[in-house]
């Protein structure tokens, strides 16, 4: 009984020590890029605590997807059409989107990467959290 006890003990503490998220799962068999690869919708946007979903959705358009790839690609769709390369950083606690069409580098701290759910936060220069909830 003790082995047996000892045994979960064990399997608990391993599998909530693997969780590399905030809001992530504790454990997973899938690749960081296997959970981030593919097409993106928007779920919920939340800035400063405030859901600004529907106001984001009429500003970057209804067909707005994120279409990332696991070779390091992504585009996106909708009103502001982009492409480019993405990539973990900072300990891949961040991914950076390197975009072709404008240049610039764009950051978000990954909050949960699960395969059916991601969600990025960013602060702006006016120190505005916004939180981004994607969707398969």
Same mark, same amino acid.
């Given at each position: 009984?003790?082995?047996?006890?000892?045994?979960?003990?064990? &399997?608990?503490?391993?599998? *909530?020590?693997?969780?590399?998220?905030?809001?992530?799962?504790?454990?997973?068999?899938? *690749?960081?890029?296997? !959970?981030?690869?593919?097409?993106? !919708? &928007?779920?919920?946007? &939340?800035?400063?605590?405030?859901?600004?979903?529907?106001?984001?959705?009429?500003?970057?358009?209804?067909?707005?997807?994120?279409? &990332?790839?696991?070779?390091?690609?992504?585009?996106?769709?909708?009103?502001?059409?982009?492409?480019? !390369?993405?990539?973990? *950083?900072?300990?891949?606690?961040?991914?950076?989107? $390197?975009?072709?069409?404008?240049?610039?580098?764009?950051?978000?701290? $990954?909050?949960?990467?699960?395969?059916?759910?991601?969600?990025?936060?960013?602060?702006?220069?006016?120190?505005?959290? !916004?939180?981004?909830?994607?969707?398969?």
């Amino acid at each position: 009984m003790k082995k047996l006890l000892l045994a979960i003990v064990a &399997i608990g503490f391993i599998a *909530t020590s693997c969780k590399k998220y905030p809001d992530g799962p504790g454990f997973t068999v899938l *690749t960081k890029k296997d !959970r981030i690869a593919g097409v993106w !919708r &928007i779920e919920q946007v &939340i800035v400063n605590g405030y859901d600004v979903t529907n106001a984001y959705n009429l500003w970057y358009g209804s067909d707005y997807q994120l279409d &990332i790839a696991k070779s390091g690609g992504y585009l996106v769709a909708g009103n502001f059409p982009d492409h480019g !390369r993405w990539d973990f *950083t900072n300990n891949s606690d961040d991914v950076s989107f $390197i975009s072709q069409t404008d240049k610039g580098t764009k950051t978000y701290k $990954i909050l949960r990467l699960e395969k059916e759910s991601l969600w990025f936060q960013d602060v702006d220069s006016s120190n505005f959290t !916004r939180e981004i909830h994607f969707k398969h």
